[in-house]
C-alpha cells in the first residue's frame, strides 16, 4: 500500500506546488499533506520534501508552533478576497455567497489568530 500513499503525497504537491501561482489553491494545506502521506510511503520523500528550501519552512513552522509566516496570512486573504469577488462577479446566489461569506470568514479568523513564524 505504500505506492498509494506515494500517489496520494504526489497528487497533493503537485497541487500545492501549482498553488505558489494559482492564487485561489491553498499551497501549505497541500505540503502538509504531502509530508503526511510521504512519511507513511517514503522515507527519502519525506525528508526531500522537509528539507527543500521553499516547502519545507512552512511544514516546520507548522510542525513547531502552529505558525503561518506574516506573508502567507497575506496571500491567503488575498486569495480569500479574491475567490469572494469572483463569485460576486459571476453571480452566486445569495444564499451560496452567505455560507461562502462565512465559511471565508472563518478560515481567515483562523489563519490571523495563528502565530507568525
Known sequence: MPWIWTAFGGLAL?????????PL???V??????AFCFARSSERLHDWLLGHPLFG???????????ISRRAKWAA????AAAFTLSL??????LILGIQAVTLIAVSLFIWTRPEA
Open 29 to 34: 494545506p497541500f505540503l502538509l499533506l504531502a
Open 77 to 80: 486573504s488575498l486569495s480569500i
Open 57 to 67: 519552512p512552512p511544514i516546520e513552522n507548522w510542525r513547531q508552533s502552529g505558525a
Open 25 to 27: 489553491l491553498p499551497t
Open 14 to 22: 503537485a497541487l500545492g506546488a501549482i498553488g505558489i501561482f494559482l
Open 89 to 94: 462577479v459571476l453571480g452566486v446566489k445569495p
